[in-house]
Nanobody, 127 residues
Framework: VQFVESGGGLVQAGGSLRLSCTAS????????MGWFRQAPGQEREAVSC????????YTADFVKGRLTISNDSANKTVHLQMNNLKPEDTAVYYC?????????????????????WGQGTQVTVSS
């Protein structure tokens, strides 16, 4: 299982970024995909994920209304569109995948729910 993450960078508060994670070496449609993030000095936390079987999603309350996760199965890519970014969104964002993870709005995914992790991409939001 391999990922190529892209789209991170430096943006001013209120700006937008689109993170992308392109998969290889596995059948994309069989895996739930998502994103976690880790800010300096903070624990890693779930941001959003999407279930492979039925498309159900989880989105953290701290980004709800500002972020959309989507799958592009044809290109084996999961996107994370982030709008109205805030300085507190500054973190390393990690793409994750797992064939058994289930994403739902009522349950916060744990780190252990995802077996496969990307290298991470830095997002920095300046005030």
């Amino acid at each position: 299982v391999q990922f190529v993450e892209s789209g991170g960078g430096l943006v001013q508060a209120g700006g937008s970024l689109r993170l992308s994670c392109t998969a290889s070496e596995f059948t994309f449609d069989d895996y739930s995909m998502g994103w976690f993030r880790q800010a300096p000095g903070q624990e890693r936390e779930a941001v959003s994920c999407i279930t492979s079987t039925d498309g159900s999603t989880y989105t953290a309350d701290f980004v709800k209304g500002r972020l959309t996760i989507s799958n592009d199965s044809a290109n084996k890519t999961v996107h994370l569109q982030m709008n109205n970014l805030k300085p507190e969104d500054t973190a390393v964002y990690y793409c994750v995948a797992d064939p058994y993870a289930y994403c739902t709005s009522t349950f916060t995914p744990a780190l252990a729910d995802f077996d496969y992790w990307g290298q991470g991409t830095q997002v920095t939001v300046s005030s």
